[in-house]
């Protein structure tokens, strides 16, 4: 019995010793289907993942940055949204980015992050997003992880069939889901039919990033669902799903279902291209915002544009074409090699995969079996390659891992099932928890897709994590496809409602990420590059200070001379020049968020004192082992006092 | 037997210990912060020591990339004048010539120290404040006021020695 005891003991610390002590095996890592799920999603400490993940924030307009395989959430970049946690939206800098032809618009709804590409392969430049609700594009610089420019779509109404770049980001497009007067004007909704129209942006990409809208496709008023680029030979071509052909203007859940097929918008941009350079289509009215964030002033400016150009897809010959795919198809995915072109009819549980040659010949045969207000409708047998059958309920999203296989999402039957290109049988398929939407493999709507990961992206959470009440987060889950068959490696949640996300190898990116601002570059209007500049000035009721951030103290930390009434500006400059030593600033009282400014970088926050008193302000942000000590003093005044502007470091007057 | 234990226990303790000191928990065993009478009578000694200029603090030359250098006996006054404005711009909100502010007087500076002490406490200032004894030193004179890297180039350090030479020559 003793002996037995012993042994059982022996048995145990032999597993436990071996649990622990393969922590630096990496060969298993990386093996296919070798090793364990916790091996393969754990990044030790200090080591780095292999892979950057761009998610959507959905609602909360904004976009996250993950590692993976691990999962750790890297950053959130605030895009569409105000974001009190850095001053976002909140700083007198960054307030003109979230400007609209509506007005300030402090929130977003972002969906469907794209990276840039350059000969059809990630390039790791900047990550395009759409805004859903009031229609905008915008450009984050890779460089830096912040928003570098917003533009606004004009005639468009739920910006969702967007942001997707070209293969050389030329364009980066923007469709209209939900048809509109085009342009805006007072009618009988119930007249929709015919008098509505679905606007296709195709905004040009500058070599420095800077977008401009080149021209906007009139199209019939169906709703543009989503969309990709042709690749490779299908270059030059871009697919849009739509739904809502029948044109219900209510009750769509049952009215837009009513056809057994809807359309693949087939649109040759570059013939598009082509002939609005050579003077073709109709400049008219439009009104929309053009916010772009200067690097080196660190100030957004906001340019509102009145025109635009728009094109009548019938005004171009073999331009554009429909190919008919059931059944209210939502995802439009174009596989690397640019042959094959995926309709996932989110209504049926069949795939749709059309064929961009048999598509290219069946034009050139004028093989059509109709038309929609005179674009023509391609024969649905010519262009069809084949089906996915009974992959599951409710196909939405397809993306592809390089090898010759796609990866289908089933939002009804909350799967992922793969299957391969050619021969369209299902090779494998995994439950998701739960109902997913969106995949994502890095690159896996490229030519270059990195098949190793797959993220899906699911809408429904449950009993996924500890219950935190009645509202959660969404939940993600990761697998490795890089054996025959998928295996489910882990789950982590995610912040607000990810649509699609983008992932790209971290090495392509991780070199160029900035450390710092650089001062002696800060050409802020307002900045104080050294204490000696630091000050106060008056203008009417208006008060600039010019202040400094250095650990662990303000100059000036201590003010006087202001008066209830005013509206004092604070420009803050962070002096520190060292990766990672960021200053906050926070005043009591002020009706606004903090600031976090980062090494060398200006920003400004306002205040309207509203009592008098001696008031607090200090540094939000734990800079060093003085930071509880980095704090000071504005006196504030009644109305008519005659105290005057002083600002004061150590009791020293600056100058 | 009870011998052997204590004599066990202690060894343990001992190893447990090294186990887990670093050099940043050393440098805080000087400071009580309980005790104020002896914080006191510490940072008194410390500064006694600084202003004490023993020979060895010249011979010091730190710990960074500058290894050795020749400095001419002229000053180079281009030079300088771009060590004052890189001074100004990168340094002076915490460091005054003439007075301690955040961290040491300046004024004096290159005939206490070494030109390469001070190029590395210029641009390698975490590893010198946790491992060089005189920055260290002045670590706790400042009241754990960390030196800030500026991310500065070898030639702006060295234009920097050339303006506190300047300085010092001239006052």
Same mark, same amino acid.
């Given at each position: 019995m003793k002996?037995?005891?012993?042994?059982?003991?022996?048995?145990?610390?032999g597993? &436990?010793?071996?649990?622990?002590?393969?922590?630096?095996?990496?060969d298993?890592?990386s093996?296919?289907?070798?090793?364990?799920?916790a091996e393969?999603?754990?990044?030790a400490?200090?080591?780095?993942?292999?892979?950057?993940?761009?998610?959507?924030g959905?609602?909360?307009?904004n976009?996250?940055? #993950?590692g993976?395989?691990?999962?750790?959430m890297?950053?959130?970049?605030?895009?569409?949204?105000?974001f009190?946690?850095?001053?976002y939206?909140?700083?007198?800098?960054?307030?003109?980015?979230?400007?609209?032809?509506?007005?300030?618009?402090?929130?977003?709804?972002?969906?469907?992050?794209?990276?840039?590409?350059?000969?059809?392969?990630?390039?790791?430049?900047?990550?395009?997003?759409?805004? +859903?609700?009031?229609?905008?594009?915008?450009?984050?610089?890779?460089?830096?992880?912040?928003?570098?420019?917003i533009?606004?779509?004009?005639h468009?109404?739920?910006?969702?069939?967007?942001?997707?770049?070209?293969?050389?980001?030329?364009y980066?497009?923007?469709?209209?889901?939900f048809?509109?007067?085009?342009?805006?004007?007072?009618?009988? $909704?119930?007249?929709?039919?015919?008098? &509505?129209?679905?606007?296709?942006t195709?905004?040009?990409?500058g070599?420095?990033?800077r977008?401009k809208?080149?021209?906007?496709?009139?199209?019939p008023?169906? +709703?543009?669902?989503?969309a990709?680029?042709?690749?490779?030979?299908?270059h030059?071509?871009?697919?849009?799903?739509?739904? +809502?052909?029948?044109?219900?203007?209510?009750?769509?859940?049952?009215?837009? !279902?009513?056809?057994?097929?809807?359309?693949?918008?087939?649109?040759?941009?570059?013939?598009?291209?082509e002939?609005?350079q050579?003077?073709?289509?109709?400049?008219?009215?439009?009104?929309?915002?053009?916010?772009?964030?200067?690097?080196?002033?660190?100030?957004?400016?906001?340019?509102?544009?009145?025109?635009?150009?728009?094109?009548?897809?019938?005004?171009?010959?073999?331009?554009?074409?429909?190919?008919?795919?059931?059944?209210?198809?939502?995802? /439009?995915?174009?596989?690397?090699?640019?042959? #094959?072109?995926?309709?996932?009819?989110?209504?049926?549980?069949?795939l749709?995969?059309?064929?961009?040659?048999?598509?290219?010949?069946?034009?050139?045969?004028?093989? #059509?079996?109709?038309?929609?207000?005179?674009?023509?409708?391609?024969?649905?047998?010519?262009?069809?390659?084949?089906?996915?059958?009974? *992959?599951?309920?409710g196909?939405?999203?397809?993306?592809?891992?390089?090898?010759?296989?796609?990866?289908?999402?089933?939002?009804?039957?909350?799967?992922v099932?793969?299957?391969?290109?050619?021969?369209?049988?299902?090779?494998?398929?995994?439950?998701?928890?739960?109902?997913?939407?969106? +995949?994502?493999?890095?690159?896996?709507?490229?030519?270059?897709?990195?098949?190793?990961?797959?993220?899906?992206?699911?809408?429904?959470?449950?009993?996924?994590y500890?219950p935190?009440?009645?509202?959660?987060?969404? !939940?993600?889950?990761?697998?490795? $496809?890089?054996?025959?068959?998928?295996?489910?490696?882990?789950?982590?949640?995610?912040?607000?409602?990810?649509?699609?996300?983008a992932?790209?190898?971290?090495?392509? $990116?991780?070199?160029?990420?900035?450390?710092?601002?650089?001062?002696?570059?800060?050409?802020?209007?307002?900045a104080a590059?050294?204490?000696?500049?630091?000050?106060?000035?008056?203008?009417?009721?208006?008060?600039?200070?010019?202040?400094?951030?250095v650990?662990?103290h303000?100059?000036?930390?201590?003010?006087?001379?202001?008066?209830v009434?005013?509206?004092?500006?604070?420009?803050?400059?962070?002096?520190?020049?060292?990766?990672?030593?960021?200053h906050?600033f926070?005043?009591? *009282?002020?009706?606004?968020?903090?600031?976090?400014i980062?090494?060398?970088?200006?920003?400004?926050?306002?205040?309207?004192?509203?009592?008098?008193?001696?008031?607090?302000?200090? /540094?939000?942000?734990?800079?060093?082992?003085?930071?509880q000590?980095?704090?000071?003093?504005?006196r504030?005044?009644?109305?008519?006092?005659?105290?005057?502007?002083?600002?004061?470091?150590?009791?020293?007057?600056?100058? | 037997m009870?011998?052997?234990?204590?004599?066990?226990?202690?060894?343990?303790?001992?190893?447990?210990?090294?186990?887990?000191?670093?050099?940043?928990?050393?440098?805080?065993?000087?400071?009580?912060?309980?005790?104020y009478?002896?914080?006191?009578?510490?940072?008194?000694?410390?500064?006694?020591?600084?202003?004490?200029?023993?020979?060895?603090?010249?011979?010091?030359?730190?710990?960074?990339?500058?290894?050795?250098?020749?400095?001419?006996?002229?000053?180079?006054?281009? %030079?300088?004048?771009?060590?004052?404005?890189?001074?100004?711009?990168?340094?002076?909100?915490?460091?005054?010539?003439?007075?301690?502010f955040?961290?040491?007087?300046?004024?004096?500076?290159?005939?206490?120290r070494s030109?390469?002490?001070? %190029?590395?406490?210029?641009?390698?200032?975490?590893?010198?404040?946790?491992e060089?004894?005189i920055?260290?030193?002045?670590?706790?004179?400042?009241? %754990?006021?960390?030196?800030?890297?500026?991310?500065?180039?070898?030639?702006?350090?060295?234009a920097?020695?050339?303006?506190?030479?300047?300085?010092?020559?001239?006052?």
């Open positions: 002996n037995i005891f012993k042994i059982a003991i022996l048995g145990v610390l597993l &436990f010793i071996q649990s622990c002590g393969n922590g630096g095996s990496s298993q890592k093996g296919a289907i070798s090793g364990n799920a393969r999603v754990y990044v400490p200090g080591e780095h993942d292999e892979f950057y993940a761009f998610l959507s959905g609602y909360s307009g976009l996250t940055v #993950y993976l395989p691990s999962g750790r890297l950053k959130e970049i605030p895009v569409f949204s105000q009190p946690t850095n001053g939206g909140y700083s007198e800098e960054t307030v003109p980015m979230l400007n609209t032809s509506f007005g300030f618009v402090p929130w977003g709804d972002a969906h469907h992050p794209d990276i840039s590409q350059t000969n059809g392969e990630l390039d790791g430049r900047w990550v395009f997003i759409n805004e +859903n609700n009031t229609p905008r594009i915008a450009r984050i610089s890779l460089e830096y992880f912040e928003t570098e420019e533009i606004e779509i004009p468009s109404a739920g910006n969702h069939s967007s942001s997707f770049v070209t293969e050389n980001t030329e980066v497009v923007a469709g209209t889901r048809s509109v007067p085009y342009p805006q004007e007072d009618m009988a $909704i119930d007249e929709m039919k015919g008098n &509505f129209k679905g606007p296709l195709f905004i040009a990409v070599d420095d990033g977008m809208i080149d021209f906007q496709l009139k199209m008023g169906f +709703n543009y669902d989503l990709h680029p042709g690749r490779g030979d299908s030059g071509w871009f697919f849009f799903t739509t739904y +809502n052909t029948e044109e219900a203007h209510t009750m769509q859940e049952v009215n837009a !279902s009513q056809n057994d097929k809807d359309f693949i918008a087939a649109v040759n941009w570059k013939k598009i291209q002939y609005v050579n003077g073709g289509g109709e400049e008219i009215d439009a009104e929309y915002a053009h916010n772009v964030f200067d690097h080196s002033t660190q100030t957004a400016t906001t340019t509102m544009e009145n025109k635009v150009l728009t094109v009548d897809p019938r005004e171009v010959e073999g331009a554009v074409f429909f190919m008919p795919t059931p059944k209210s198809p939502h995802g /439009c995915d174009v596989d690397p090699s640019g042959e #094959y072109i995926v309709g996932n009819g989110k209504l049926s549980t069949d749709t995969v059309h064929s961009f040659s048999k598509m290219i010949t069946a034009i050139e045969n004028e093989d #059509y079996e109709g038309d929609a207000y005179d674009i023509p409708i391609l024969n649905f047998d010519s262009t069809l390659a084949g089906t996915v059958k009974e *992959g599951g309920l196909p939405l999203h397809t993306e592809f891992d390089g090898k010759g296989n796609a990866y289908t999402t089933f939002f009804i039957s909350s799967e099932v793969k299957w391969k290109l050619g021969t369209w049988e299902v090779l494998d398929r995994q439950p998701s928890y739960y109902s997913v939407g969106h +995949n994502m493999i890095p690159g896996g709507n490229s030519r270059k897709p990195f098949g190793k990961y797959m993220v899906s992206l699911n809408k429904i959470t449950k009993d996924r500890l935190t009440g009645p509202e959660l987060e969404h !939940s993600a889950q990761l697998y490795d $496809i890089s054996g025959e068959k998928m295996e489910l490696l882990s789950d982590f949640p995610t912040h607000g409602e990810p649509h699609y996300a992932g790209i190898p971290a090495d392509k $990116i991780k070199s160029k990420s900035r450390k710092i601002y650089r001062l002696d570059e800060n050409e802020h209007e307002y590059t050294n204490e000696s500049e630091t000050k106060m000035v008056r203008d009417g009721k208006d008060v600039h200070v010019y202040m400094t951030t650990r662990s303000f100059s000036p930390d201590n003010l006087e001379g202001i008066k009434g005013d509206k004092v500006y604070f420009h803050v400059t962070n002096l520190e020049q060292d990766f990672d030593v960021p906050g926070a005043m009591i *009282g002020a009706n606004t968020s903090e600031l976090l980062m090494p060398g970088q200006t920003k400004t926050i306002t205040w309207e004192p509203k009592k008098v008193g001696v008031w607090p302000f200090y /540094c939000t942000d734990f800079c060093s082992a003085l930071h000590e980095m704090q000071g003093y504005v504030v005044s009644g109305q008519n006092s005659n105290v005057p502007l002083k600002w004061t470091l150590d009791d020293e007057e600056i100058n | 009870k011998l052997i234990v204590k004599i066990g226990m202690s060894l343990a303790l001992v190893i447990s210990l090294a186990a887990c000191g670093n050099s940043e928990k050393e440098d805080k065993e000087s400071l009580r912060l309980d005790d009478s002896s914080q006191t009578k510490e940072k008194k000694t410390e500064a006694k020591d600084a202003s004490g200029d023993s020979g060895d603090d010249l011979s010091n030359k730190g710990i960074g990339p500058i290894k050795s250098m020749d400095l001419p006996e002229s000053i180079d006054s281009d %030079m300088a004048a771009n060590g004052a404005s890189i001074f100004k711009n990168m340094c002076s909100a915490c460091h005054k010539m003439d007075k301690k955040v961290g040491p007087a300046i004024a004096g500076v290159t005939e206490r030109p390469e002490w001070i %190029m590395n406490m210029i641009l390698n200032p975490e590893q010198m404040i946790k060089d004894p920055a260290k030193r002045l670590l706790i004179e400042s009241n %754990m006021a960390v030196m800030a890297n500026q991310g500065l180039e070898e030639d702006e350090a060295r920097m020695v050339e303006y506190f030479r300047q300085y010092d020559k001239q006052n």
